[in-house]
């Protein structure tokens, strides 16, 4: 079963603390709500448990009694018996386990991502991001709040994660009249982005046999949308914090300060701030350009919503996915987030012509890549929590990271779920430690 992106009909809550959920992302058994509520009483779930309040799943990988989930003592929920057919928490076998927020749970071939929901999660319905996670439903909320405030956005969030969508809805919800108009800062010639930025006159250097207007000109009235702000050069980004607290452009070779009226929303992967501790990024400028700041969330962060945007990228008349598909899109990293889920669709629209189900052999490669942090968020009761798998981290992975972070070490550990020490060692061995910010020392 894949649940439609747009459904988002769940149970209404009015307790003042969170609560904690089962939802549904795919099953056999069809008739399944998308959202079970874990408590205090034990719920067992199974193809015929013998309990009061018990879930049946029409699931024939399932047992009986396939495990038992309550929240004992603690504030998480813990499983606390497992049949001997296999109960899975972000891809490893369990026993029993103590769950956390965004765990993947496999019974059978049915699967749920655990979440505990806050009781005051808002939302707001911004047409172009859709999906079930709380992380979207804040992100969405947050939008409609600084929409119509005239102050600049900054967007932050890894590749692939839809800042660009952010940037039109908040301008759809703005209630200006002009256009959006994007701009890719990154893919701006060092010698033309004065031209490109701010416009020139004719004859303003060789080959300008026309005036041009630059897009903060064009976006009038408007939304500027500036991607990949952090790649700006520093001489531009210094002519762009005059024009910003200036509001005003003058044209390349124009002697004539044109006024202008624009919104600005930028976007970066980097975490600005540390940039600006490095010394990459002006201070002034970021502190100009953030009035807001907004971050859109990765995948991992969002493990309900994979499969409905899979079945966006497959179309209406995909085969089915196989269980050992399904498996590997919940629990393994997608470091190019949406992006990349949409490539992986493509590739089984291609390879999966003429097959009665899509399974994982079809896209293999794709889930070879060693993920950014250990698989299992969860624990099993008897184990330490500092035990994990053993996971390769690869000097392509460190590096991309290390682009993603703008070099922060703390943030480099929290995302490879190292120690700051391990990842110094990393950086060392790969020959990225200038490509870091400074840290300290202790750990």
Known sequence: MLFDETQREEPRRTSSVASWVLRTVHSPDRGLPPEIAIGRVPLAIGRAPQRDGALV????????????????????????????????????????????????????????????????????????????????????????????????????GESGTGKELVARAIHARSGREGPLVAVNCAA??????????????????????????????????????????????????????????????????????????????????????????????RGDLYARLSDLTLRTPPLRERREDVLPILARGLGPDAPPLAPDLVDALLTHELPFNVRELLKIAAELRLRGKGREVLDRALVEERFARPPSAPPARARAISDPPSVREPIEITREHVEELVRETGGNVSELARRLGRSRRQVRRYLDQYGLRERAGDDDERD
Do not use: C, Y
Not at 58 to 80: F, L, Q, Y
Not at 210 to 224: F, K, N, P, S, Y
Not at 265 to 275: G, I, K, W
């Open 188 to 281: 701006i010639p060092e010698s033309l982005a004065d031209s490109t930025l701010f416009g020139h006159v004719a004859g303003a250097f060789t080959g300008a046999k026309g005036a041009h207007d630059g897009v903060l000109r064009r976006a009038e009235r408007g939304t500027i949308f500036l991607d990949e702000i952090a790649e700006t050069p520093p001489t531009v980004q210094a002519r762009l914090l005059r024009v910003l607290e200036e509001r005003v452009v003058t044209p390349v070779g124009g002697e004539r300060a044109v006024p202008i009226d624009v919104r600005v929303v930028a976007a970066t992967h980097v975490e600005l701030r540390s940039a600006v501790e490095r010394g990459a990024f």
């Open 57 to 156: 799943i029409a699931d024939p990988r399932m047992s009986r009694t396939h495990a038992t989930i309550a929240i004992i003592g603690a504030k998480a929920p813990t499983i606390v018996d497992s049949s001997s057919n296999g109960t899975f928490v972000d891809g490893v076998r369990v026993t029993d386990a103590v769950l956390a927020d965004g765990s993947v749970l496999r019974a059978g071939d049915t699967f749920f991502v655990v979440r505990e929901v806050p009781a005051s999660l808002g939302d707001a319905e911004v047409p172009d991001l859709v999906g079930r996670a709380p992380a979207m439903a804040k992100l969405r909320e947050a939008i409609a709040l600084v929409a119509k405030a005239d102050a600049s956005v900054l967007v932050i």
